[in-house]
């Protein structure tokens, strides 16, 4: 099995490269070396063509993630997922590769019922996130269309060491790290914690129980952590007192509650989440200096 993955230069692209090097598994990222050092643009289609290795998988990461840039500029954001997403379907169909695992993201907006399952309505509430819903139907179209096998991943919040700076946990820290405080938007606002070796384990297990057709998973721990409670969980760590502020002009409109319905995933690829939220926790302060 030889590997291609798109997006490897980022958190969850990273840690996965270093996952198949650890597990012998022949994989090779999209800054592609055939004698010389090659970055394959995503929005290249002509890029592709480049590539001479014999590829039986697609892991498709590269994306334009943040949400409040997809707003300043949604542009952007539509025209880098949209066309990255059809042209590595474009490069699938031409090279007749038959296996992609396409990572989306949470779709649901606030949601109607809890816990989430995949048949919950959609509701993005981000041009980002919007732009994912798009993409996963170009890939549901082309699994049908050129009987491509196309698993599609929507995490809620994947977290670990090498997480964005600008996501939740990571300005946690570095807040404490430059105030002593955090500001949240709101209080009791929950979220879905999936530390990102379970993640990158529930890859692996797909990659050995590819399902046929195109096939949508939620991902996530299976439970919710108030924010505030993150912010308690690193005070019990590292022995600290932190004030909580809350400052509704961060995120206006925010999604109060996710919990992922992971029974889908759990039954088809026989995977469980392990490291729950405190063990993750310490993993992450561990790692800093």
Known sequence: MKVFVTGHRGFIGTSLMECFHKEAIPAFPDSYQNGKNMDINILNRDKFQH?????????HLAAKTSITKSLENPYDT??????????VLNFAKERKISK??????????????????????????????????????????????YKIDIVT????????????????????????????????SYENTKRDFLFIDDFVNLLLKILYRFPQGY????????????????????EKIKNLKIPIKYDKSIRSNDIVDMI??????????????????EKGLKCILDNIK
């Open 51 to 59: 590539i001479d290795e014999d590829v039986d998988v697609i892991i």
């Open 78 to 87: 539509y025209y880098n997922n949209l066309f990255g997403t059809l042209n």
């Open 100 to 145: 992609i695992i396409n990572l989306s993201t949470y779709v649901y907006g606030n949601p109607i019922y809890l816990p989430i399952d995949e048949q919950h309505p959609v509701n993005p509430h981000s041009p980002y996130n919007k732009s994912k819903v798009i993409s996963e139907n170009l890939c549901k179209y082309h699994s049908e269309d």
């Open 153 to 184: 991943l929507r995490p809620f919040y994947i977290y670990g060491p090498l997480s964005n700076p600008h996501s939740f946990i990571p300005s946690v820290i570095q807040q404490i790290k430059e105030n002593g405080n955090v500001s949240l």
């Open 215 to 234: 096939n949508v998973y939620n991902v996530g721990y299976g439970k919710s952590n108030r924010l505030e409670d993150i912010v308690y969980m690193i």
């Open 260 to 277: 992922a319905d992971n029974s889908l995933a759990i039954k088809t690829f026989n995977w469980y989440p392990e490291i729950d939220i």
